[in-house]
């Protein structure tokens, strides 16, 4: 995970939408998204949800298993 994923990831995780970060960040929504895609891609996860799931619990479930 990079840098600016692990920033962007922390953000979602205290519930900040892809506009928030974008402001936070100073960087537009899309790269977000691009950012945001690479980190699910990374952890294993298809969504927001599903992210912050992983990040509560340290692993993915799968991996749990």
């Known amino acids: 995970v990079t840098q600016r994923e692990s920033e962007i990831f922390r953000l979602i995780c205290l519930g900040f939408t892809n506009q928030q970060i974008a402001e936070h960040l100073f ?3 899309e790269t977000v998204r691009w ?3 690479g980190l ?3 952890i294993g ?6 992210a912050i799931q992983y990040a509560k619990h340290g692993e ?3 991996e749990a298993t």
Do not use: C
């Open 35 to 37: 950012h945001l895609r």
């Open 45 to 50: 996860v298809e969504t927001r949800a599903g």
């Open 27 to 29: 960087i537009s929504r």
């Open 40 to 42: 699910y891609s990374k």
């Open 60 to 62: 993915h479930e799968s």
